[in-house]
């Protein structure tokens, strides 16, 4: 709900960077700009965290973080690559939830 949120704001400036454009040339450019960062962002940020099918595709060590995903209701662990940054989510083996 938050990413359609922010998707419909960062086009809504782009959009009134498109009308100020017609309007007042000069003033338009931030609104271009921002709204182009803000809805570029907002769709490749769900290629960039990707989700991990399994345990073993996981590169990294675990973080410690579980979180139980909405959509599926499964548990899931975070694994972090330090080489490289990357996040990988995968759904924990013994299925129970930390306290």
Excluded: N
């Excluded at 309007?23 to 769709?43: E, I």
């Excluded at 073993?56 to 909405?70: C, I, K, S, Y």
């Amino acid at each position: 709900m938050l990413r359609r949120a922010v998707l419909v704001l960062g086009l809504l400036i782009l959009a009134s960077g498109f009308l100020l454009l017609a309007v007042r040339p000069v003033d338009a450019a931030p609104a271009l700009v921002f709204g182009v960062l803000l809805t570029l962002s907002t769709v490749f940020e769900r290629w960039r965290y990707k989700w991990t099918v399994s345990a073993g595709a996981a590169r990294g060590q675990p973080t410690g973080e579980r979180f139980v995903d909405q959509k599926s209701g499964a548990l899931i662990e975070v694994y972090y690559d330090p080489a490289t940054g990357e996040r990988s989510y995968v759904e924990a083996k013994d299925g129970k939830t930390r306290d």
